[in-house]
C-alpha cells in the first residue's frame, strides 16, 4: 500500500475515540444553552453554488475557497462560512415572515487559505442566527448567549470583545483615502501596526488632527468609560454614532450580568465585509487565534431577495476543544463499554445477554472467542481499548466477570 494514503491533506486531520467523545460533549453542552434561549436548528448543504460566496456577498474570498464542478458545469465550493448559506435559506423558507426568526447551527467548514500554513482548514461551527431584529436589543442578546455558551463548557477566563463597523467607515471618512489605500489601512489595522499607520496617513498628507483622530480611535479599547471620550475629539457622526451605540448595548449587557466578560476595541474588524454594525470576537487563553467571531449583518439576506436585518455568532469548537485543554479544564469522555465474550457454542445465549444489557443502558461489545486467543488477550485487548469488563460465557453457558484495571 502506498503510505501516502494513510495520511490526511494538508489542513486536515483525523480524530477518534476519546477526543471525539469530548467534542460531542461540548457539542451538546453548547447546543443545549442556544436552544434554551429559543433557537432551532437548520442545517444546509456542505457544498453549494460559488456565487452563494461571493466577492459581492463579502464572504471569504475566491482563491480562498475549495471549488468544484458539477455535471452541469456549475461552479461548486464546500462551503467556507455558514452564515451566507443561512441567508439563501431564510430567503427561500421564510420569505414571508415579518417577525424574528431565530436559527441554530452545527457544521463544518473548509477555507483553503494559503496564509495560514499549519492552521487547520476544516473547522467545526456551532453558532446561531437572529434574524428579523435590528435592534441593539437583539445585539446584546447575542453576546449574553456565546457568554452563557463559554460558560456552560467549564471556561472561566475569557473576554468578548466588541467594536463597530462605523469607527472604521468614520476613519475612512477622516483620512479621504481612496478604495486601495482604503484596503491598506484596514490590513494595518488587523496587524495592529500602528507605525504603519502613522505612514500610511502622513503620505496622503492627512491632516495632524484628523491623523490624531485615527490613531487614537485605533488604539482605543477597554472599558465602555475608555471608549467614549472618543466624542471630545472627532465631530465625525459615523464615530459618534458608534459610540453611542455600544454604550446603549453596555447597558442592556449590565442587566444580564455580565459586563464583566466585555471589553470594547474600536480597532476591531473581521475578515468578512457584510457585517454592517457591531462585530464581535471572543478570546482566552491557550489559543492564538479567536474562539468565536460574530456581528450585525444587515444587507447580506436581501441579496438572496429579502429584506432583514440579522445578527449572528459562530464558535469555532476545535479552538474552544484547545482552549479547554490548554487550561486543564476537564472535559468528560465516557467511552469505556463492556465486552461480552463468549465460546461459539453459546452463540444464542451470549446474543440474548448483550440484547438485555444494552437495554439496561450498558455499552456492550459482543466477541466471539477465537480458538488461538486466550483470556489473557482479551484481558489486554480490553485495557488498550476502554474496555471496564469482561462478561465471559464458556462453553457450558457458565458466566463470569472480569474486571479490567
Do not use: W
Not at 151 to 162: A, N, P, R
Not at 216 to 236: A, C, F, L, M, V
Not at 281 to 306: C, H, N, P
Amino acid at each position: 500500500m502506498n503510505n501516502t494514503l494513510l495520511h490526511t491533506p494538508e489542513g486536515m486531520r483525523d480524530r477518534y475515540n476519546e477526543e471525539c467523545a469530548r467534542k460531542e460533549n461540548i457539542k451538546g453542552r453548547l447546543m443545549k444553552v442556544i436552544h434554551s434561549y429559543g433557537y432551532r436548528d437548520i442545517e444546509t448543504p456542505t457544498i453549494e453554488f460559488f456565487d452563494i460566496f461571493n466577492k459581492d456577498k463579502g464572504s471569504v474570498i475566491s482563491r480562498d475557497m475549495f471549488k468544484l464542478f458539477d455535471k452541469e458545469n456549475n461552479t461548486l465550493v464546500i462551503r467556507p462560512d455558514i452564515t451566507p448559506a443561512i441567508a439563501r435559506a431564510v430567503s427561500k423558507y421564510f420569505a414571508d415572515e415579518d417577525m424574528p426568526i431565530r436559527l441554530s447551527y452545527c457544521g463544518n467548514t473548509f477555507v483553503n487559505s494559503q496564509g495560514h500554513q499549519g492552521k487547520m482548514k476544516e473547522a467545526t461551527q456551532v453558532g446561531a442566527e437572529l434574524i428579523g431584529d435590528e435592534t441593539s436589543d437583539a445585539d446584546a442578546e447575542m453576546i449574553a448567549l456565546i457568554i452563557d455558551t463559554l460558560k456552560s463548557t467549564g471556561l472561566l477566563e475569557f473576554q468578548v470583545d466588541i467594536g463597530h463597523v462605523g469607527f472604521f467607515e468614520g476613519i475612512v471618512e477622516e483620512a479621504g483615502l481612496d478604495e486601495e489605500e482604503t484596503l491598506e489601512l484596514k490590513e494595518l489595522l488587523e496587524a495592529k501596526n500602528y507605525f504603519g499607520i502613522d505612514e500610511l496617513l502622513s503620505a496622503n498628507n492627512v491632516s495632524e488632527e484628523s491623523k490624531n483622530v485615527i490613531l487614537k480611535i485605533t488604539e482605543s479599547y477597554g472599558t465602555i468609560e475608555q471608549i467614549s471620550g472618543i466624542r471630545d475629539i472627532t465631530k465625525n457622526e459615523k464615530i459618534i454614532s458608534s459610540v453611542d451605540y455600544l454604550e446603549k448595548l453596555y447597558q442592556i449587557l449590565k442587566f444580564y450580568g455580565l459586563e464583566q466578560y466585555v471589553t470594547f476595541d474600536l480597532g476591531t474588524l473581521s475578515h468578512y465585509k457584510y457585517y454592517t454594525g457591531i462585530i464581535f470576537q471572543a478570546y482566552t487563553y491557550g489559543t492564538g487565534e479567536m474562539i468565536v467571531t460574530g456581528g450585525r449583518y444587515d444587507k447580506l439576506i436581501s441579496q438572496f431577495g429579502k429584506n432583514s436585518a440579522s445578527v449572528g455568532f459562530g464558535i469555532n469548537l476545535d479552538m474552544l476543544m484547545l482552549a479547554l485543554s490548554r487550561q486543564n479544564i476537564a472535559v468528560e469522555s465516557d467511552i469505556t463499554a463492556t465486552i461480552v465474550l463468549y465460546e461459539r457454542e453459546q452463540k444464542q445465549f451470549a446474543i440474548e445477554t448483550a440484547v438485555k444489557l444494552r437495554a439496561e443502558g450498558c455499552k456492550i461489545q459482543l466477541m466471539k472467542k477465537f480458538y488461538e486467543k486466550s483470556i489473557d488477550d482479551y484481558v489486554e485487548l480490553g485495557r488498550r481499548s476502554f474496555i471496564d469488563r469482561i462478561v465471559y460465557i464458556d462453553a457450558d453457558g457458565n458466566t463470569s466477570e472480569i474486571k479490567i484495571d
